[in-house]
C-alpha cells in the first residue's frame, strides 16, 4: 500500500518534469514554414509556452540543426522576451562549452526562426523521465556518480552567465540540453528570462517571471510584496532543485495538478516555508539513497534564507562536487574543460565591433518588431529590403526569408585595441570577478519596443537603457551590453 502511493506521487511529480505550459496556437504539423528552398523538415523536437522546436536537415549540406520557431503575428506581449532572447543567447552562447549555440535568425511570411545547434540527446528532463521505468522502486534515478558530473557541467555554465553578469531566472531541467554522446555534454539553453544585470548594485531585480516548482521562496512572494530579489541567488536555488530532481525524478516542493498558477505558486511556497526539503512527502522516500555530502550541498543550496544560500563558488568547492570522478566521467569532464579553454580562446580572437553589434541588435529588433505584425507573404520582406540601415535580405537562397547572422564572426573587430585584449584575457576556466565589469561590452540595445509606422528604421536602436530602473537600481544612465528590454518581461510561465 505504501509503495503504491509512493509510485502515484512519484507519478503526479514526473508529470511536470515534461510539460509544456501555455502553448501559444501553432498551426503547422506538417513542418512547411516558408524555409523548405533552404530546410527539410525531419521531425518536431517539443514545444514551449509560445512555439515549437523542430530538426531541420539544410539543403545542400545535410548538416542538422534545432529551429525554433514562432508562428506570426507574435503577441505583443512577447516581442520583448523574443528579442531578449536572441540578443543575450548571441553574446553568451559561443564562449562556454555549456550554452547552446545560436546560428541566425530568421523572418518568414509566416514565423520567426532561430536556427540552434541540434543537442541530439534531448533535455534533461526527458532524460529523467526515461529513466524512470529502468530503476528498480524507490531507487535513484541517476547516480551520484553520473548526477555529480551533469551537475559540475551546470554549475559550470550558470557560472560563466554570472562572470558576465547576466542571471537566466528559468534554470530547469526542461532548459538543460545533452549532446549525443556518453557521457552527454549537458548545455543550457532557453534565455527568455535571462537579464543582464550591470554595476553590482543593479543586481536587484523585481519582476516575477520562471518557473514555479524551481522558484525560490523569494521570487514567489514578489508577487505579493513586489520585494526586489537577487537573480544570481534565485538562480543558486534553481540549481538546488535541478539536482534533487535528476537524483530522486521528483520536486521536493510541488503542487496539485490543475491548478492555476497563482494557486500552485502558493502551495509550493507554503511547503517551502514549512519543512526542510528532504522532509518533503515527494523525496523523503529516496533520502536513505544519498550521500551525506549530497544532503549538505542539497541543504545549503535550499537554504530558505537567501543569506544564508550557499553561492556557486562554494557550490563548486564542495566536497561532494569537487571530488574526483570516475572513469568515463573523468575524462569526460577534462574534455569539457579543455573545450572552455578553446571557447575563450576562440571569443579572444573574435573581440566585438561595437558598432556592428549596435548595427546587428537594431537588425534583430526590425525583425522581431516585424514580426509581430502579420505574416504577409512579401510586404515584410520588402520593407526591411528598404532600410539602408539593415542590409540583411538573402533573397537568392530563399526568397521572402529575411536573416540576420549572429555568430560571433559576423560582429568580428577588425584589430582589438590593448584594453580590448586586456578585458578578455581571462581566466580559462571561466570564472570571473564578482564584483567587477563582464570582460566584454558590446554597444547597448533598444530598451522597449515602441509603436512605429511601418518602413521606419533609425540607423541605431532608438534608445539607451536606463540598467537598475525597472530592476531596483538607482535609474542613473547605464548601457546594457546584452540587450536586455524592461517592458514585457513580467510575463509569468509556469
Known amino acids: ?52 522546436t ?101 554549475i559550470a555554465g550558470v557560472e560563466y552567465l554570472h562572470s558576465l553578469h547576466v542571471a537566466h531566472r528559468d534554470i530547469k531541467l526542461d532548459n538543460s540540453l545533452m549532446d549525443g554522446a556518453d557521457p552527454a555534454r549537458v548545455k543550457l539553453c532557453d534565455f527568455q528570462f535571462a537579464k543582464y544585470w550591470g554595476k553590482p548594485e543593479y543586481a536587484r531585480m523585481t519582476t516575477h517571471l520562471g518557473t514555479a516548482v524551481y522558484m525560490a521562496p523569494e521570487v514567489i512572494t514578489n508577487r505579493q510584496n513586489h520585494k526586489s530579489y537577487n537573480p544570481v541567488e534565485a538562480d543558486v536555488w534553481a540549481c538546488g532543485i535541478w539536482l534533487v530532481a535528476l537524483l530522486v525524478g521528483a520536486f521536493p516542493f510541488d503542487n496539485r495538478p490543475g491548478v492555476d498558477d497563482r494557486t500552485a505558486e502558493m502551495q509550493i511556497l507554503h511547503q517551502e516555508m514549512s519543512a526542510p526539503w528532504h522532509d518533503s512527502k515527494f523525496v523523503r522516500p529516496y533520502i536513505g539513497k544519498l550521500s551525506p555530502g549530497c544532503m549538505d550541498l542539497l541543504d545549503r543550496t535550499l537554504a530558505v534564507d537567501p543569506r544564508r544560500r550557499i553561492s556557486l563558488g562554494e557550490i563548486s568547492a564542495h566536497p561532494w562536487l569537487a571530488a574526483p570522478l570516475a572513469e568515463p566521467y573523468a575524462g569526460a569532464w577534462e574534455a569539457c574543460v579543455a573545450a572552455q579553454r578553446a571557447a575563450r580562446e576562440r571569443m579572444a580572437r573574435l573581440p566585438h565591433d561595437p558598432e556592428a553589434v549596435m548595427a546587428r541588435n537594431g537588425r534583430v529588433f526590425a525583425l522581431v518588431q516585424e514580426a509581430g505584425r502579420g505574416g504577409d507573404a512579401g510586404t515584410s520582406h520588402e520593407r526591411l529590403a528598404t532600410l539602408p540601415a539593415l542590409p540583411m535580405v538573402d533573397a537568392a537562397s530563399m526568397p521572402h526569408v529575411v536573416r540576420v547572422d549572429m555568430r560571433p564572426e559576423a560582429v568580428r573587430a577588425r584589430a582589438a585595441s590593448a584594453r580590448v585584449r586586456s578585458l578578455l584575457d581571462v581566466d580559462p576556466d571561466g570564472e570571473g570577478a564578482e564584483g567587477g565589469e563582464p570582460a566584454a561590452a558590446p554597444a547597448p540595445p533598444p530598451r522597449k519596443f515602441r509603436d512605429t509606422a511601418p518602413g521606419v528604421a533609425t540607423k541605431t536602436p532608438p534608445s539607451t537603457p536606463l540598467a537598475g530602473a525597472e530592476d531596483g537600481g538607482s535609474g542613473a544612465a547605464k548601457p546594457s551590453p546584452f540587450a536586455t528590454t524592461g517592458g514585457a518581461e513580467g510575463a509569468h510561465a509556469v
Open 1 to 52: 500500500m505504501l509503495e503504491a502511493g509512493i509510485t502515484v506521487l512519484m507519478e503526479l511529480s514526473m508529470a511536470h518534469l515534461v510539460r509544456h505550459p501555455r502553448i501559444h496556437a501553432f498551426d503547422n504539423v506538417e513542418g512547411r514554414f516558408g524555409l523548405e528552398s533552404g530546410y527539410e523538415a525531419v521531425r518536431l523536437l517539443g514545444r514551449g509556452g509560445t512555439g515549437q
Open 54 to 154: 523542430w530538426l531541420c536537415r539544410r539543403r545542400g549540406t545535410g548538416e542538422e540543426v534545432a529551429l525554433k520557431l514562432q508562428q506570426r503575428p507574435l503577441p505583443k506581449h512577447t516581442l520583448d522576451l523574443t528579442y531578449n532572447e536572441v540578443v543575450i543567447q548571441a553574446e553568451v552562447g559561443w564562449g562556454s562549452p555549456h550554452m547552446c549555440t545560436l546560428q541566425e535568425v530568421m523572418l518568414t511570411p509566416t514565423h520567426l526562426a532561430m536556427v540552434l545547434d541540434y543537442e541530439a540527446g534531448g533535455s534533461c528532463a526527458e532524460y529523467v523521465a526515461a529513466q524512470i521505468p529502468k530503476v528498480a522502486r524507490l531507487e535513484l534515478c541517476v547516480d551520484e556518480e553520473r548526477a555529480r558530473y551533469m551537475f559540475r557541467q551546470l
